[in-house]
């Protein structure tokens, strides 16, 4: 109960207000203070600290018997390496552009921008991949 | 947060395990001379390569800082390696 409702109730309570008038002020409360939906709170969720790549597959043909690989990277150690992109001289740029078209891989590198990468980490925490296969599974997701 | 420890753990195929803690602090003061002179070769690379030493270094900080949780895990039948900053 808050301490506005409390005095209302008080007051009631004294005879210094009437009942009527008791409902109204606290009616005018509650439009004031609009209550927040119940769960609300629960809802808003944590921001994710870590990406996770968990991969299992069942025995492969080699005979070396199932595998796991379990990757958990902080998030902030993601932003800093995409930091570390700006360091790279543009000549180098330049040259991994050239061999990235004649591998049939026509992007450029110069066009990335930091902030558009920053970007794309702040909307990883939605990320959940979920790949199924009979001999393997791999998963990617933001915790 | 600067890494505190960083735990490695082998389990070779015939099931012998070796784990070892390292932790960074006294490592790094034990080995000081050399990052010293790993510091400087690092500088010398930059201006090498035309990259600012200064933003290299505060990159390279930054990636230090934030590199504990950390955990890299394979495991393949019974061998299995784990790699872990805390």
């Known amino acids: ?143 | 947060m600067i890494p505190q420890l960083v735990t490695v753990r082998v389990r070779r195929s015939n099931g012998r395990r070796v784990r070892v803690y390292l932790p960074v602090l006294p490592v790094a003061l034990l080995l000081s001379p050399l990052l010293l002179l790993a510091v400087l070769g690092g500088c010398v690379a930059c201006l090498v390569f035309r990259i600012g030493p200064v933003g290299a270094l505060r990159g390279a900080a930054r990636v230090l800082w934030a590199s504990p949780g950390t955990r890299f895990e394979v495991e393949q039948g019974r061998t299995a390696v784990l790699v872990s900053v805390r």
């Open chain 1, 1 to 143: 109960m808050n301490e506005q409702r409390r005095q209302i109730l008080e007051m009631l309570a004294e005879g210094k207000i009437t009942a009527d008038e008791a409902e109204r002020l606290i009616e005018a409360l509650q439009r004031e203070q609009p209550e927040a939906p119940p769960g609300a709170a629960r809802r808003r969720k944590a921001r994710p600290t870590y990406l996770r790549v968990v991969v299992n597959w069942q025995e492969s043909t080699g005979g070396d018997g199932p595998g796991r690989v379990n990757v958990r990277v902080p998030l902030q150690l993601l932003r800093a390496g995409v930091r570390l992109t700006s360091l790279v001289p543009p000549q180098a740029l330049t040259r991994v552009n050239a061999q990235l078209s004649r591998s049939g891989v026509p992007i450029d590198l110069t066009e990335l921008r930091q902030r558009d990468i920053e970007d794309l980490i702040e909307q990883l925490d939605e990320v959940d991949i979920d790949v199924d296969d009979p001999e393997a599974s791999v998963r990617v997701f933001c915790e």
